[in-house]
């Protein structure tokens, strides 16, 4: 009986050993994060930064969350069409498709910043109001003319959009890589109206 209570404390003893262990091992690997290729992570402790990770799987220590910002090209891609077009000179609707490459800058800083003044990489371009910078980029250099300049003087109204979007952009964490805007456009019937006064010119340039 005596042998039988030494064999139970034993196996008992063993369990509690054997659950320390796995214990152990469990929060040693809940110390480990990794940081996917071609991101920065901020590691944060009790909510203050203690630094920035390069891409790796490295030990941080307990209570440690890294939070991963990604460095490759973002793009947004902007279409102006109906109500949100923008407008010339005299309030003609004028549609569009607006491209802007992007990429926050790879320094420690920029992240850190990025982490304690706007939040996670998940919420950062609807902070920052991306869209909407893009767009009234394009709007306030379309405004400038009216529809025949914008036919004639595209390029130039291009180049004006394009200044107004990189003046605008927030550049303390930003790159812009490339701008393209395309499809510049025009309602049916403004387009009609076009029509059907070079058909009346040459028209009257027969009689």
Do not use: C
Request: net charge neutral.
């Amino acid at each position: 009986m005596k042998k039988k209570a030494q064999n139970i404390a034993l196996t008992g003893g063993l369990v509690v050993f054997v659950m320390i262990v796995v214990g152990v091992l469990i929060a040693l690997m809940m110390g480990f994060d990794k940081v996917e290729a071609n991101h920065l992570g901020v590691q944060v402790k009790f909510g203050q930064i203690i630094g920035v990770q390069e891409p790796s799987l490295k030990w941080t220590g307990l209570f440690v969350d890294v939070h991963q910002y990604d460095m490759r090209t973002r793009k947004a891609v902007i279409e102006l069409t109906g109500g949100d077009s923008a407008v010339d000179k005299s309030g003609q609707y004028v549609s569009s498709i607006i491209n802007v490459n992007y990429r926050v800058k790879r320094d420690f800083d920029t992240v850190k910043n990025l982490y304690s003044n706007i939040g996670t990489d998940k919420y950062i371009a609807d902070r920052l109001n991306i869209d909407a910078i893009i767009k009234e980029g394009f709007k306030q250099a379309t405004v400038k003319y009216d529809a025949l300049e914008i036919l004639e003087k595209r390029q130039e109204v291009k180049e004006l959009a394009k200044s107004n979007i990189k003046k605008n952009f927030p550049e303390q964490y930003f790159e812009i890589e490339q701008i393209i805007i395309t499809n510049i456009d025009f309602s049916q019937q403004f387009k009609q109206a076009i029509e059907d006064k070079k058909t009346a010119e040459q028209r009257a340039m027969e009689e």
